[in-house]
């Protein structure tokens, strides 16, 4: 049995310390009114940014059970206990679209391969209106993973970390924005 953990326990910290570096190119944010309300729609109708980080940004508890552990989406503003204030607009890129926090690793439970065909301009708009955010201050506490996560991560049987199967050269252009089933199928 402590083979056995201690084998769980290494193969998923080697999982969890894997560094990913994407090609992330620089990117201009707006600042204009309506790229703003179109990152709020964005965020909050089509990528559903505010479903995990809430309605504010200031972060929820996503998972919270002995067994499988503790997960809690951040708070995303300049808030106390929030990463907005540290984030540059390449870090906010790497994070949304191949879910790699600034120093590599891969963050846990963001939906990056549901991300990585949006346009640019659309992830721009998506960081404007998150930057424009007023802070909220919540602090939530660093990631831990029960022995249930750890073993199901150690046995590739738990896709927590998107940066690990996703196709970091994709890069995607939308549509026109009309009615057509390709524009659906983009925001879909």
């Known amino acids: 049995v402590c083979v056995i953990v201690v084998c769980v326990y290494v193969l998923s910290n080697r999982v969890l310390g894997h560094h990913y570096a994407p090609t992330v190119p620089a990117v201009s944010i707006p600042t204009d009114s309506a790229s703003l309300a179109r990152g709020q729609h964005l965020a909050s109708a089509i990528a559903k940014c505010t479903d995990c980080h809430g309605e ?17 989406a951040p708070n995303l503003t300049r808030g106390r206990g929030g990463f907005g204030a540290t984030l540059t607009n390449e870090d906010w890129v ?6 790699v926090a600034p120093d590599g690793r891969g ?18 708009a998506i960081i404007a209106w998150a930057r424009s955010v007023p802070p909220v201050d919540s602090q939530w506490p660093a990631p831990q993973l029960g022995p ?8 590739g049987k738990l896709p927590l970390i998107a940066a690990a199967y ?21 925001l879909a």
Not at 94 to 99: D, N, P, T
Not at 107 to 124: F, G, K, Q, R, W
């Open 56 to 72: 504010h940004l200031g972060g929820t508890m996503k998972i919270s059970d002995p067994a499988f552990g503790h997960l809690a």
């Open 94 to 99: 790497r994070a949304v679209r191949h879910g």
């Open 148 to 155: 249930v996560a750890r073993a199901l991560l150690a046995t």
């Open 166 to 186: 996703i196709d970091h050269s994709e890069m995607a252009t939308a549509p026109p924005a009309d009615t057509t089933v390709a524009y659906g199928r983009y």
């Open 107 to 124: 963050l846990l439970l963001m939906p990056a391969e549901a991300y990585i065909h949006l346009d640019t301009a659309d992830l721009a």
